[in-house]
Each structure stands twice: as structure tokens, then as C-alpha cells.
């Protein structure tokens, strides 16, 4: 029987992907299947493809044409070959222009965030990709009819898994708290780049009304981002009870160490620190966009898109309600129980690749 070769290929490489293509590589790997990443030389560095068994064949970001060719060299022995995102997509449509017979598979993980004349551009770009797919898989319901709205020939719901976070110990909870300066004060957290659609601002105009509480609790955001030097002026400006602590490698004992979690994002697919945060039980309040509400039914606090004195309050009710904090961290653990295993996605991948290729 000839071994499946796969190519996976990922463009900018967010977080949730990434984890995504580590762990479907594995998973690939395990059951036989010859795999090889074509991603950004960082990514390698962050999530060691290799070391899940991967050949590991770095590309460069987008906008360098020598990555189409690149692309197409290590696409010329591929049965299959599987996209991550709109610009790792189209750049891997246009390596196999020309070449009959290769299926693209394409998971959609979340939309274009964009107005005016590159919005247009975006959507023109998505519907390119949703009709040159073999199939599309979609990481929530409201991408999954995007792609159909695209002319998607074959578009199914796919909600990937990642890696369940370790648990990390009462030591690392208490270090992680007495770092970041909330030994004695509630500490909120959220996790995302610094960009305009991440709902920052937003978050900013509530971290106001806390700042006005008897307990000043610390908003704590990681991430980098083109929007970084602007909240930290505000936050200076403003005197707001936040710190911007940049990338970080311990994110899950910073989130654990959080009494809450807070996603103010304008959209989200399957947003991971969602996911991370109903996994560690840590209590989270978040917009009601795009995939959040299937994603976390009724294990957490919902808001809406831009309405600061809601997301003000959530939290300020939270914070006084411990019983309510437990009961959420709860309902998170059981909600996520409720979710694929990594096991079940990489079957429900491989599966597809069967039957394209006809194994």
C-alpha cells in the first residue's frame, strides 16, 4: 500500500492554526501518513513540526513571490495537499495551478478583518479559494455558510481541536500573580494581538469603571500588535488599571492564575482562549460573535460586540459573585468536555483525504 503524502501549509500562522497543524501532524504522522509543513521559519521554532514528525520546509510570510515557487517544489510529490487560512490558501492554489489531479483542502480557522477597497480585495481572495478547494472545512457554522455563500463545491463543519492546556501547579498560580502585581487585588486577562478588531478599545472604556472599584482589579493583556503603541498611551493617559505585557511563552499560567478571563473581540471562529479558559476553569466573559456562542453555550458571561458598560458590568458581577465564578468554571469543564479530541479531528481529516485520493 503506498503511503499518503500530505503537504500542509500555513501563511501568517495565528496561534490557533498553528496548534492545530502541530497536533493534526502528530496525529497524521501516527497513522501513517508522510507529512510536510511549508510555514514561516518562526513557526518552526514555536511549534517544532519536525519533533511531531514532519518534514519541515520554511516559507516566507506573505507577499514574497519566491513563496509560490517554494510552494510548488515541495507540493510535487503531494497526494494531498491542505491549506490553513485565506493567504496560506490562495498561495498554495496558485503553487498548484497547472497540476491536475492534486486535491486543495482547505480549512477556513476564521474570516478577513478588513473594510473598503482590501475588504473587497479579501472577499474577492475568499471566494477564489472557497471555489479552487476541493473541500473546505469550516471552524464554525457562520464560516461554513460563508463558504457555501462563496460557491464552496464541497464545504463541511469541521470544529477543530488543539491541545488541552496542562494544568499548571499552586506554585506557578502564586508566582505567576505576584509578577504580573495582583497578589492582593482580582486579576482579568486576555489574550490576542494587539489589532484594531480584537475589541481592545472597547476594553480600555471598561477597564474605566473598574478603575473607580473599591478592589482596583489588573486587566492584563498579552499579545504584540501595530495597535500596542496607541493602548499604551491611553492607558498612561488615562491612568487605567492595565498592563501590556507582550508575548508570552506561559500564557496558561497566566490565564490560570486569572479570576477572569475576558474576550472583547469583534469576531471570533474557535477563538483558543475561549477554549483554554473553559478548559482551566477559569471564568470568562466574551462577545456573542461569529463561533463564541456555539463554542461555549452557556459556560460563559455574553456581551455585545462593542457595548463596554455591558462587558464593564459582567465582569464587576463576577468579581463580586463567587458563587457564580465557580459555577461558570463548572460549567466550562463540562462544556468543553463537549468538544472534539484531537483524536477525533485528525480522524475526521484523514477521512477526507480518503476519499479524495480514493484510499
Known amino acids: 500500500m503506498t503511503q499518503l503524502r500530505t503537504v500542509q501549509v500555513l501563511g501568517g500562522g495565528s496561534a490557533g492554526s498553528s496548534a492545530h497543524v502541530r497536533s493534526l501532524t502528530a496525529g497524521l504522522v501516527a497513522r501513517g501518513v508522510r507529512v510536510t509543513v511549508c510555514a514561516p521559519a518562526a513557526l518552526e521554532r514555536d511549534y517544532d513540526f519536525p519533533g511531531a514528525g514532519a518534514l519541515f520546509v520554511p516559507v516566507a510570510r506573505r507577499g514574497d513571490p519566491a513563496a509560490v515557487g517554494a510552494l510548488r517544489t515541495a507540493c510535487a510529490d503531494a497526494d494531498v495537499v491542505h491549506a490553513h487560512g485565506l493567504h496560506a490558501a490562495v498561495r498554495a492554489a496558485l503553487a498548484l495551478s497547472g497540476r491536475r489531479g492534486v486535491p486543495l483542502v482547505v480549512t477556513w480557522h476564521t474570516r478577513a478583518h478588513a473594510e473598503g477597497a482590501r475588504g473587497h480585495v479579501l472577499r474577492l481572495l475568499e471566494r477564489r479559494v472557497s471555489r479552487s478547494a476541493a473541500v473546505v472545512l469550516a471552524t464554525s457554522s457562520e464560516l461554513l455558510d460563508r463558504a457555501r455563500g462563496h460557491g464552496a463545491r464541497?464545504?463541511?463543519?469541521?470544529?477543530?481541536?488543539?491541545?488541552?492546556?496542562?494544568?499548571?501547579?499552586?506554585?506557578?498560580?502564586?508566582?505567576?500573580?505576584?509578577?504580573?502585581?495582583?497578589?492582593?487585588?482580582?486579576?482579568?486577562?486576555?489574550?490576542?494581538?494587539?489589532?484594531?478588531?480584537?475589541?481592545?478599545?472597547?476594553?480600555?472604556?471598561?477597564?474605566?469603571?473598574?478603575?473607580?472599584?473599591?478592589?482596583?482589579?489588573?486587566?492584563?493583556?498579552?499579545?504584540?500588535?501595530?495597535?500596542?503603541?496607541?493602548?499604551?498611551?491611553?492607558?498612561?493617559?488615562?491612568?487605567?488599571?492595565?498592563?501590556?505585557?507582550?508575548?508570552?511563552?506561559?500564557?496558561?499560567?497566566?490565564?490560570?492564575?486569572?479570576?477572569?478571563?475576558?474576550?472583547?473581540?469583534?469576531?471570533?471562529?474557535?477563538?483558543?482562549?475561549?477554549?483554554?479558559?473553559?478548559?482551566?476553569?477559569?471564568?470568562?466573559?466574551?462577545?456573542?460573535?461569529?463561533?463564541?456562542?456555539?463554542?461555549?453555550?452557556?459556560?460563559?458571561?455574553?456581551?455585545?460586540?462593542?457595548?463596554?458598560?455591558?462587558?464593564?458590568?459582567?465582569?464587576?458581577?463576577?468579581?463580586?459573585?463567587?458563587?457564580?465564578?465557580?459555577?461558570?468554571?463548572?460549567?466550562?469543564?463540562?462544556?468543553?468536555?463537549?468538544?472534539?479530541?484531537?483524536?477525533?479531528?485528525?480522524?475526521?481529516?484523514?477521512?477526507?483525504?480518503?476519499?479524495?485520493?480514493?484510499?
Not at 272 to 287: I, K, M, N, S, W
Not at 318 to 336: E, F, I, K, M
Open 154 to 359: 464541497d464545504a463541511r463543519l469541521a470544529a477543530v481541536a488543539v491541545p488541552a492546556p496542562r494544568l499548571p501547579s499552586g506554585l506557578a498560580h502564586d508566582k505567576a500573580r505576584a509578577e504580573l502585581g495582583a497578589v492582593d487585588r482580582p486579576l482579568l486577562m486576555a489574550v490576542g494581538s494587539l489589532v484594531e478588531h480584537r475589541g481592545y478599545d472597547v476594553l480600555l472604556d471598561a477597564a474605566r469603571v473598574w478603575r473607580d472599584l473599591d478592589v482596583v482589579p489588573l486587566l492584563v493583556i498579552a499579545g504584540e500588535g501595530r495597535e500596542r503603541g496607541a493602548l499604551r498611551r491611553r492607558i498612561e493617559a488615562e491612568s487605567l488599571p492595565v498592563k501590556l505585557v507582550g508575548r508570552r511563552d506561559d500564557i496558561t499560567e497566566l490565564l490560570a492564575s486569572a479570576d477572569i478571563a475576558v474576550l472583547p473581540s469583534r469576531w471570533e471562529a474557535r477563538s483558543l482562549l475561549a477554549q483554554e479558559a473553559l478548559r482551566l476553569g477559569v471564568p470568562l466573559v466574551a462577545t456573542a460573535v461569529g463561533g463564541v456562542p456555539e463554542l461555549v453555550g452557556d459556560a460563559a458571561l455574553l456581551v455585545p460586540y462593542g457595548d463596554a458598560a455591558a462587558l464593564a458590568d459582567a465582569v464587576v458581577a463576577l468579581l463580586g459573585d463567587p458563587s457564580a465564578r465557580r459555577a461558570l468554571a463548572d460549567a466550562g469543564r463540562v462544556q468543553a468536555g463537549s468538544w472534539p479530541t484531537e483524536d477525533e479531528t485528525v480522524a475526521q481529516v484523514l477521512a477526507v483525504y480518503d476519499e479524495l485520493t480514493g484510499t
